[in-house]
């Protein structure tokens, strides 16, 4: 029997040093010349999911709480959970769990495969967004994790800041995977000055954990 072979939306001009087969996806590891920083690392095999309850404050999906304010987030467990609206959350297993499955329950939809998922990680992070969005980062008002939903080069999407903390700083960033060729080639050309690279998993695990 042949294995279904799961395919990525992000493509990089880089090349890949250490990869893994996981859950039928290919992961990038480490890729050659990643660099000083900032990095931007593939994501879009970390199961993603949204769910959707009326009374969200009495559910704890995955066993973690929901944020209370709209646009506010959690990370808990390795899950980040992101308060979109009054009964709608998304929830991004993005430390480990790449093989947590869609809950046996009403509510759950799995967006894995129908979005793209990216990380940019270091100091310039926001010097690059700013060019690429009037989206406040920054916002002194917000404190993080926190999630923004709006345009990102001209595209809808989720974006997370989970640190602004000088070379630790960073944001994930979700949107339809058919904007996944046109979304990395605007964040790479946006990063260029920056000496933005293309970095495998390794650099988000070791960044995660830092956290």
């Excluded at 969200?56 to 066993?63: I, S």
């Excluded at 602004?164 to 080639?185: A, K």
Aim: charged share 25%; glycine share 8%; aromatic share 10%.
């Amino acid at each position: 029997m042949k294995d279904i072979q799961r395919v990525s939306p992000v493509v990089f001009k880089a090349t890949p040093l250490k990869t893994e087969k996981r859950n039928n996806w290919e992961v990038v590891m480490e890729y050659s010349g990643e660099g000083e920083g900032p990095y931007l690392v593939d994501l879009s095999h970390k199961p993603r999911f949204d769910f959707q309850d009326a009374d969200l404050a009495a559910r704890k999906p995955f066993g973690i709480r929901i944020p209370e304010i709209y646009g506010g987030s959690a990370l808990e467990n390795g899950v980040l959970a992101n308060r979109m609206n009054r009964t709608q959350v998304s929830l991004y297993c993005i430390d480990g769990q790449d093989n947590t499955v869609i809950p046996d329950e009403p509510g759950f939809t799995d967006v894995t495969e129908s979005t793209m998922f990216v990380a940019l990680i270091g100091k310039e992070v926001f010097s690059i967004c700013e060019k690429l969005t009037a989206l406040d980062f920054l916002d002194p008002q917000r404190k993080t994790p926190f999630l923004f939903q709006g345009p990102f080069s001209h595209v809808p999407c989720q974006m997370v800041t989970l640190s602004r903390d000088g070379d630790s700083s960073g944001i994930v960033l979700t949107c339809s995977r058919g904007y996944g060729r046109d979304m990395i080639h605007a964040v790479i050309n946006a990063g260029e000055e920056f000496n933005l690279k293309p970095a495998g998993e390794n650099r988000f695990t070791k960044w995660i954990k830092s956290l």
